[in-house]
């Protein structure tokens, strides 16, 4: 195996992150050929983007998943690609404003409500897509469930109101934002490509004290995400600490105190 193929040195990483330059493995190259053979890919991708993908990956072999995976009896599963996707990545791209029609969770159709489409976000846990907008009436963020978009409209908006609707975006989005720092256990340092990863989705900064020889990871994330990064912690378990984060210390020492009440443990 080529010893460049995938590098993990986070130094190195983090300079060929800064370069935008992307590392594949040759597993990750054949899974990709394999998954472009699903007939969802000609959904997924423009004819143009899918065939310059064949080209590139055609020296690749391909896994044969019909004799080596079998997939057992299951729920329905929603979908991870939905038709709207492509239609609002490129509204995003092309920084236009949007008119949509969609259902709230009391059941009202709200009609041609004009907004500037921010972000697309996947949603693990409730395996859904959602669209956060900013609502040029109401001067509010929303997040909307794909399923309750009922049509979409591209409009147009002037630079001067663009620059305007963004700057009141990073403005809420700010006064949401909260930050933890989370010391790496010495003895654990040799994990810290995995520990980076659990944090991968997050704005994150990592600083090193030689003195102590400590790894301190200070996360930005959404009040929303509190949750989630806890999930992460929990995951990690003794590898890593919360040193800076006071409701994540409160919140992580509740669930321990509760998880030990379970087995009798005061």
């Not at 040759?26 to 143009?48: G, I, N, S, V, Y």
């Not at 969609?102 to 921010?118: A, C, D, V």
């Not at 809420?172 to 944090?199: C, G, P, T």
Request: glycine content about 2%.
């Amino acid at each position: 195996m080529n010893p460049f193929e995938k590098i993990f040195n986070y130094q190195l990483f983090a300079r060929l992150h800064e370069s935008s330059t992307v590392t594949i493995t040759a597993h990750e190259r054949t899974w990709l050929k394999t998954m472009l053979a699903h007939p969802a890919a000609t959904q997924a991708f423009e004819p143009d983007t899918l065939n310059k993908l064949q080209q590139i990956l055609e020296p690749e072999e391909t896994y044969d998943i019909a004799s080596s995976l079998i997939e057992k009896a299951k729920s329905v599963e929603k979908q991870v690609y939905h038709p709207l996707l492509r239609q609002l990545r490129r509204i995003i791209a092309s920084n236009q404003g949007v008119r949509i029609t969609y259902q709230n969770k009391n059941g009202r159709i709200r009609s041609e409500q004009s907004g500037f489409p921010y972000k697309l976000e996947y949603s693990m846990v409730k395996r859904e897509w959602y669209l956060l907008w900013y609502h040029l009436r109401h001067h509010s963020f929303m997040a909307t469930r794909f399923q309750n978009i009922l049509s979409v409209e591209k409009t147009a908006l002037d630079d001067a109101q663009m620059q305007i609707v963004k700057a009141q975006i990073e403005t809420i989005l700010d006064s949401k934002k909260e930050q933890a720092v989370i010391e790496v256990v010495r003895s654990y340092n040799k994990e810290l490509s995995r520990i980076l990863y659990a944090f991968s989705c997050f704005e994150k900064d990592v600083e090193y004290e030689a003195d102590t020889d400590t790894y301190r990871i200070t996360v930005t994330f959404l009040m929303d995400d509190r949750e989630y990064i806890l999930s992460k912690m929990r995951f990690l378990g003794k590898r890593v600490r919360i040193v800076s984060g006071q409701e994540l210390k409160e919140r992580m020492l509740e669930s321990s105190a509760k998880a030990l009440a379970r087995y009798g443990i005061e």
